[in-house]
């Protein structure tokens, strides 16, 4: 999210370019594989910790015309 709001901002100055951003997910969605990769501990950052106890909801959705219906 925040390297497509970097690309938008700076495409606000240049109205005809196109843009690429690319991202990657933080090292703590992965810590069961990333901290014995690394061999270290990772500490947790306090906008991440507060996320991590609240209840998961999701809605599995297992074709490409089940999300379109989802999406409406």
Do not use: C, R
């Not at 933080?26 to 270290?40: N, Q």
């Amino acid at each position: 999210a925040v390297g497509y709001l970097g690309l938008k901002k700076e495409l606000e100055n240049y109205p005809n370019a196109l843009g690429v951003f690319l991202e990657t997910a933080h090292p703590i969605k992965f810590l069961d594989v990333v901290e014995p990769a690394l061999g270290v501990t990772l500490p947790i950052p306090t906008q991440i910790e507060s996320v991590l106890n609240k209840e998961k909801v999701s809605t599995k959705i297992k074709t490409y015309e089940e999300l379109k219906a989802f999406l409406g």
